[in-house]
């Protein structure tokens, strides 16, 4: 079969390499028909994150093509998403919905994933075929056929729809919350579609990409270009228009926002110059943007060590945080994983209903044969690449 294989730091290959095949009787292969490229597929790609010539991916969909014998739910042929982490359904975290945080996927840690080294070590999900492991507690069903119109809407589900949803939920953000997201990759831009199926009334997007901006406003929020002005003075300049000055009588003025979401981490790019990066600059700005008692969701991936990173203290996962600020205005702040199993079905129906259009955030189906040069658009930010979805049948 084919499959995108991480040679080295910016080198992807396409390769001829060996079927992936059923290994335990609870596996299905997957046949897929969509597998996108993802942002932190970048963290790899630029040497940030340990790879070792790995089959990269995670973000799968397609038909089931053959199936294990002990795999009650599943018929050969049938349409499905795969969420990014591999869970086993029944130990402690699994119960409660908490999959990305599985007990039994990677013996020794909590959580797996498809494509990660140092997760469990599965294959990764760009490629023809995939191996997915308890597949009864992975495989989502989907209605219609492969290729239809909510292909790119499907496909979404595997990571990027429910893990901007997750930031939402860290960020607890419910009825008439104002909403700041740094960071128009796929992850903030979700988070922004999620923030108002949630009920939120203003959301603010940062970021220095035009196109991810205008994506933004798209989805109904006020975009805010970082290269413009310092964006915390920018949301609050457009929070004072916006604020109704009677109904506050007395009360302390708060311009900010109730909820902040970091959807950048830790290779955050400096204001100044977009080529350095500056990983502290978000986390601050957070902490003098949101309101007291508001909260903020880290859905940004930090890793425990990032040995070229520009800042001492985060080449060993302890980044400098403005801690009193936080504390004084007693903000709540949420990390982490995504937990898939607690969204997919809810994101799925949204989807089916009509509600929810992730597959908007997709500005590029290229072949699998494409994936060297779409790394290198996508991972410059050029050319308008936003999402990449790579299509194995071509
Ligand atoms: N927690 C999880 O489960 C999970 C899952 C998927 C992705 N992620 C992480 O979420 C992050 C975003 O993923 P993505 O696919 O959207 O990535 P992406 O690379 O497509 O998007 C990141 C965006 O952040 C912008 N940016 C960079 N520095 C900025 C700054 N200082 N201020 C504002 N914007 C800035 C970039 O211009 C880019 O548009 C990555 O770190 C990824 O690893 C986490
Ligand atoms: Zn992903
Ligand atoms: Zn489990």
């Not at 963290?43 to 089959?55: A, E, K, T």
């Not at 969909?61 to 014998?69: C, R």
């Not at 049938?78 to 599985?102: E, K, M, Y």
């Not at 609050?236 to 926002?257: I, N, P, T």
Request: hydrophobic letters at 40%; proline letters at 6%; aromatic letters at 8%.
């Amino acid at each position: 079969m084919k499959g995108i294989i991480l040679v080295d730091k910016h080198d992807v290959q396409v390769r001829d390499i060996p079927d992936a095949e059923i290994v335990e009787s609870t596996d299905i292969l997957l046949r897929t028909t969509s597998t996108c490229i993802c942002g932190t597929d970048l963290h790899f790609y630029d040497g940030r994150m340990p790879y070792n010539g790995h089959l990269i991916g995670h973000e799968p969909m397609g038909v089931v093509e053959e199936v294990g014998s002990a795999v009650h739910s599943l018929r050969k042929g049938d349409r499905i998403v795969v969420p990014t982490h591999i869970c086993c359904g029944f130990c402690q975290n699994c119960w409660q919905g908490l999959s990305g945080a599985c007990l039994t996927t990677h013996p020794g840690a909590a959580g797996a994933a498809y494509g990660y080294p140092h997760q469990g070590g599965y294959a990764g999900a760009q490629a023809e075929l995939v191996r997915i492991p308890f597949a009864d507690a992975n495989a989502i069903k989907l209605p219609g056929e492969p290729g239809d119109e909510r292909e790119h809407d499907f496909a979404m589900l595997a990571d990027i729809f429910p893990t901007g949803y997750h930031a939402t939920e860290l960020a607890q953000v419910g009825g008439g919350d104002s909403v700041a997201i740094f960071g128009a990759g796929g992850v903030g831009l979700l988070a922004a579609h999620s923030a108002f199926l949630r009920g939120a009334s203003s959301v603010y997007v940062v970021d220095c990409i035009p196109e991810r901006l205008a994506k933004a406003a798209e989805f109904g929020a006020t975009p805010i270009d970082y290269r413009a002005a310092d964006p915390v003075e920018q949301i609050m300049e457009l929070r004072k228009k916006s604020r109704m000055d009677s109904a506050y009588r007395d009360e302390h003025v708060m311009d900010g926002v109730t909820c902040g979401i970091d959807a950048v981490g830790f290779q955050a790019r400096s204001r100044e110059d977009y080529h350095r990066d500056d990983p502290n600059w978000i986390i601050s700005s957070l902490a003098r943007l949101v309101n007291p008692t508001g909260h903020i969701g880290i859905i940004g991936v930090f890793p425990l060590k990032d040995p070229d990173g520009p800042d001492p203290n985060e080449r060993v996962g302890e980044l400098t945080v403005p801690w009193a600020s936080f504390f004084n205005k007693g903000i709540s702040i949420g990390f982490g994983r995504d937990q898939d199993k607690r969204y997919d079905i809810i994101l799925r129906e949204l989807i089916v209903s009509g509600r929810a259009t992730p597959g908007r955030i997709v500005s590029h189906r290229l072949p699998l044969s494409e994936a060297p040069g779409a790394f290198r658009l996508f991972n410059a930010r050029e050319e308008g690449y936003i999402k990449v979805v790579l299509d194995p049948t071509h």
